[in-house]
C-alpha cells in the first residue's frame, strides 16, 4: 500500500488526476467539483442572513463558522462559509431567489467561483488580439529624465537629440521582443512617488516621435501608452497605439473613456490613491484589497456604460501607488481575489521601493527580488508582469512553468 498527499489548485488538475487512474468521463463530471474546496469571509450580515446560510451548508453536507451572539442575538456579524465547488454552487442557487441580501450574496459569490479558476483569456486591442493562457512580459521604455529606476532615455540636463532617442527606443524595443516581450508600454511623464507633472506639450514631444518609429518596424507588437492626458492619448490613437494605460483608471479626463471606445482600444484600469506627487502621504487604508475590489466595481461598471467591452480591459491594483509597504506585500499575497472579475490581472512590481526596503538596497540592486516578487504574483493571480528587465523575467517564468506544469 502507498498514500501519497495530493494538492490540486485548480479543476484541470484534479481532472487529470482521476483520469490518469481511469475515472471515467461521466465520474469526472460528477466528482471534480467535489475536490476543489472554496472559502468566504461574508462581513457586514445580519445574524438571521448568516443563520440562514449555515442552515443552508449544513443541509448540503458542509457548514458556517458564526460568532455565538449570532445564534440567539439580532446583530450584524461575520460569517466564515466553507466547503467544495460543488456544495458552494449549489448554496448559491438555493438563495438565488431568497429575500434579505441573500440575492447578492449569491451573485457575488457565484461570480467568484465562476472566474476563480479562470487562465484563459483573449485581450482585445484595436484590430488585435492576444490569447492570455501562460504569463504575458510587457516591456517598460521610459522616454522621460527622471525614471524612478534610472532608466530613461532621455539624458536630464543634456539636449538629447530625438534622432538618439528614437534609435535607443528602437534598440531596446528589438530586444525585449526577441526576448519573449508581447507588450511594450511607453511613457514620457514619471509617476514616482511625489514626482511633479509634466505639461501635456512635452509629454507628447518625447513620446508620439517613439511611438511612430516604434510602429512603423514592429507593425504586431502590442504598443500601449502610459499616460492619463487626454491629447496625449488622442495623439497616440492616431499614430496606432493599441492600449492606454491610464494610472487614474479614466477618472482624469472624461474623453479618455470615449477615446478608447472610438479606437477600440485595449485600456489598464490602475487603482491609485491620490496622485504621484502626494500619494505617500498619510497612507491608511481599513482594508486595502477590499477598497480595491470595490474601486474596480466602480470602474468597471462606468466603463460597460460607456460601451468599452469587458476583453478589451486588463486591471491593475497599482502597486506602490498610494500604498504602504505592507499593503502591497498583502495585495501580492491576496491578488486572487481580483479574480472575481473575469479579467486578466496586469501588475507592475519592477524595482519598486517596497522591495528596496525589504532588502535595503538601491534601485540597481533589486533584480532578485524583483523577480521573486514577480513569481509570486503570478502563483497568486497575476496574468502580465509589466518589467524593466524582460530577458531575466522570460527565464524566471520559464523555469517556474516547467516545474508547475511537469
Known amino acids: 500500500m502507498r498514500i501519497t498527499p495530493i494538492k490540486v489548485k485548480n479543476l484541470e488538475e484534479t481532472k487529470a488526476l482521476m483520469a490518469s487512474i481511469g475515472v471515467s468521463a461521466e465520474g469526472i463530471k460528477i466528482l471534480s467539483l467535489k475536490s476543489i474546496y472554496c472559502a468566504f469571509k461574508i ?6 442572513e448568516a443563520n440562514i446560510l449555515k442552515q443552508h451548508l449544513l443541509s448540503l453536507g458542509s457548514d458556517a463558522a458564526i460568532e455565538r451572539n449570532a445564534l440567539v442575538k439580532d446583530i450584524e456579524t461575520t460569517v466564515f462559509i466553507f466547503g467544495s465547488l460543488k456544495q458552494l454552487k449549489s448554496l448559491c442557487s438555493k438563495i438565488r431567489n431568497q429575500p434579505f441580501r441573500l440575492q447578492e450574496i449569491s451573485r457575488i ?15 482585445c486591442a484595436r484590430n488585435k488580439s492576444l490569447k492570455i493562457k501562460n504569463p504575458v512580459v510587457c516591456g517598460i521604455i521610459n522616454v522621460t529624465d527622471d525614471s524612478f529606476s534610472g532608466d530613461g532615455l532621455i539624458e536630464k540636463e543634456k539636449n538629447t537629440s530625438v534622432h538618439k ?3 535607443l527606443a528602437l534598440k531596446k524595443c528589438e530586444y525585449m521582443i526577441k526576448q519573449g516581450a508581447e507588450i511594450i508600454d511607453l511613457g514620457g511623464e514619471s509617476s514616482r512617488p511625489f514626482s511633479d507633472p509634466v505639461k501635456y506639450s512635452e509629454e507628447s514631444q518625447r513620446v508620439i516621435p517613439i511611438l511612430k518609429v516604434i510602429r512603423k518596424e514592429f507593425k504586431k507588437i502590442f504598443i500601449s501608452i502610459d499616460t492619463y492626458k487626454y491629447l496625449t ?16 483608471a479614466l ?13 477600440d482600444l485595449g485600456c489598464v484600469l490602475m487603482h491609485m490613491k491620490g496622485i504621484p506627487k502626494t ?16 474601486f ?10 460607456k460601451g468599452i467591452k469587458k476583453e478589451h480591459i486588463l486591471i491593475d491594483p497599482g502597486i506602490g501607488f498610494g500604498k504602504r509597504k505592507e ?6 499575497k491576496e491578488l486572487y481575489k481580483l479574480k472575481i472579475f473575469g479579467l486578466p490581472i496586469f501588475l507592475g512590481v519592477s524595482r519598486k521601493s517596497f522591495i528596496g526596503d525589504i532588502l535595503n538596497n538601491k534601485v540597481e540592486d533589486r533584480l532578485i527580488g524583483t523577480i521573486a516578487a514577480n513569481i509570486i504574483s503570478l502563483s497568486m493571480g497575476a496574468n502580465i508582469l509589466r518589467v524593466h528587465d524582460v530577458k531575466e523575467t522570460m527565464q524566471a517564468i520559464k523555469i517556474s512553468s516547467a516545474i508547475i506544469n511537469n
Open 251 to 263: 477618472r482624469g479626463d472624461k474623453r479618455m473613456s470615449t477615446l478608447v471606445k472610438k479606437y
Open 327 to 332: 499593503d502591497n506585500l498583502r495585495i501580492i
Open 233 to 248: 492619448a488622442k495623439k497616440a490613437a492616431d499614430e496606432g497605439v493599441d492600449i492606454i494605460n491610464d494610472i487614474t
Open 43 to 48: 462581513q457586514n450580515v445580519k445574524s438571521w
Open 279 to 294: 500619494m505617500q502621504k498619510k497612507v491608511n487604508y481599513e482594508d486595502s484589497v477590499i477598497e480595491i475590489i470595490e
Open 165 to 167: 532617442v528614437q534609435c
Open 109 to 123: 459569490i457565484s461570480s467568484y467561483l465562476d472566474n476563480c479558476f479562470k487562465n484563459n483569456f483573449k485581450f
Open 296 to 305: 474596480f466595481n466602480d470602474r468597471l461598471n462606468f466603463c460597460f456604460k
